[in-house]
């Protein structure tokens, strides 16, 4: 065996991924918002990347027109100056026939009409001043209602103890105790504060807080003291055994259950409870002509951007040293990439969206009843695309359509054999049979995991008991055991 040194020539291949390649797998499985950050952040890092303001192409032009614009130029300075300003409010959808939009501005608005009234109204609704916050509001009636300066001490040591949802975990004796007051006071202050509003808060446990709640409603009374007693036999819906408990019949019981339902056990986490995130749809879908689909991507979340390239043109003349020209191909090549991406991005969630809206059609027109089953290999082998990549296309995006708006990842679910080898069901429609069954059942035949699979058979799904009992629990329904000891009661 020699030990000299020599040269092999060898060769091999490997998958290298380059920073473009991967901004653009980022940018393929990102959110709308997501984008819309990146996308902020470049315009202020790169010179050469400027948004779009140009208006939309006429309606000769407008038909067949890419979503977003490739690495094109500015036409000219001026217009390459203007960078700050948002995309037009009047841009048509994307992927939209220029015969069927509307023009806003071809019915003219006077002065006092709806434009000016929209207009006074979105200066009222800025004047507005910010609701107050949970303490903040509590603190006012801590304010009104204590008028010694031990009072206001203790309220104040109280509303700085309590936590969001409303509860007060530290006993009475020991804030007396850190306050060098006696319990009797910090007690009757804060029996006066549990019924502030919003009612109930202040209280130890969850017990204490449904009986304030009873108190301020004058529904409080020994069969209820009885109820919030047992509590854990109404978790177990043992209503039964509760009649028995609190002395009363079937009907007084269930009215009993439904003023408990009426009550809010955490008082206090609905107050500064933030508004619910409004979901932009990716994909907006509507009904055609003719009975057919029309998807189009939502304007509203492509950012719409390109390449400058006259300031680039004078920038590479300006620059003087090696370093700058370097520096000034690097944002060229950096900003077409990211135009590109976006324009690439684009087209494959269109392409993506509109194939799922092809094999869904059923559920769009008829309901969940109809939702096929689908796999991300369907939709792969149909667009010419990998697995991955429309795993990435579908993942944080949502389409708008008659029926709602949806997760795109919604329409994949798997699937369910037919019996005597009929057509396969989705696992989402079985659940949508499951709840509609058990809602529709009698009090005198609940029906049991294996009645459920008998009529499911019967209507052509071939399905286990145990898959059953899943979705049942998947979808929050008692077992037939506990269902008939609800039911047993009267509404």
């Known amino acids: 065996m020699s030990l000299a040194p020599r040269l092999d020539l060898r060769h091999s291949q490997q998958l290298v991924m380059t920073p473009q390649l991967r901004q653009a797998i980022k940018l ?13 952040e470049e315009l202020e890092r790169n010179p050469l990347l400027e948004r779009d303001e140009r208006e939309p192409p006429g309606p000769d032009a407008g038909r067949g027109t890419d979503p977003l614009p490739a690495a094109a130029e500015a036409p000219d300075a001026a ?127 969850l017990r204490e807080c449904l009986m304030v709640q009873l108190q301020d409603r004058n529904r409080f009374d020994p069969a209820m003291a009885a109820l919030l007693d047992n509590l854990e036999m109404l978790a177990r819906r043992d209503l039964r055994g509760l009649q028995q408990v609190c002395g009363v019949d079937a009907e007084d019981m269930a009215e009993m259950v439904a003023e408990l339902r009426r009550l809010d056990p955490k008082p206090g986490a609905s107050f500064d409870a933030p508004p619910a995130p409004t979901l932009v749809p990716d994909v907006l879908m509507r009904r055609g002509p003719g009975d057919h689909w029309i998807v189009e991507l939502n304007p509203d979340t492509l950012p719409r951007v390109l390449v400058n390239r006259g300031f680039h043109a004078r920038a590479v003349v300006g620059a003087k040293s090696r370093d700058e020209k370097a520096w000034v191909a690097e944002r060229y090549q950096t900003a077409s990439w990211l135009v590109k991406s976006l324009e690439q991005r684009a087209n494959t969630i269109l392409k993506v969206a509109s194939e799922i809206v092809r094999r869904q059609d ?9 939702l096929r089953p689908l796999i991300l290999r369907d939709v792969a082998e149909e667009v010419g695309m990998h697995e991955s990549t429309v795993s990435r296309v579908t993942s944080n995006k949502a389409i708008a359509t008659p029926r709602g708006t949806f ?42 995991d294996d009645a459920i699979v008998a009529r499911l058979r019967a209507e052509g799904v071939d399905i286990a008991r145990r898959t059953v009992a899943k979705y049942r629990d998947a979808l929050h329904i008692p077992s037939s055991v506990q269902r008939k000891r609800e039911k047993a009661v009267p509404a």
Request: glycine share 8%.
């Open 28 to 40: 393929l499985q990102s959110s709308n918002l997501e984008v819309t950050a990146f996308v902020e």
């Open 407 to 448: 997760e795109l990842k919604y329409f994949f679910t798997t699937a369910i054999a037919g019996t005597a080898g009929g057509e396969s069901v989705s696992a989402e429609s079985v659940r949508y049979r499951i709840k509609a069954m058990v809602e529709a059942e009698d009090a005198e035949d609940v029906l049991s």
């Open 79 to 205: 217009e390459a100056a203007r960078s700050d300003a948002l995309p037009s409010e009047n841009a048509a959808p994307l992927d939209t026939e220029w015969d069927n939009v509307y023009d806003s501005g071809a019915l003219p608005v006077g002065r006092g009409g709806r434009a000016d009234f929209e207009d006074d109204l979105s200066g009222i609704e800025a004047m507005a001043a910010p609701a107050p916050n949970l303490r903040e509001h509590i603190g006012e009636q801590v304010r009104l209602t204590f008028a010694t300066p031990q009072e206001r001490m203790i309220a104040a040591n109280l509303l700085a103890l309590v936590d969001p949802a409303g509860r007060l975990a530290v006993g009475d004796a020991v804030i007396a105790a850190a306050l060098g007051c006696e319990e009797a006071a910090v007690t009757a202050v804060r029996r006066r504060m549990q019924r502030f509003d919003p009612v109930g808060m202040f209280c130890a446990d």
């Open 362 to 370: 059923g559920f769009f027109r008829h309901g969940i009843a109809h």
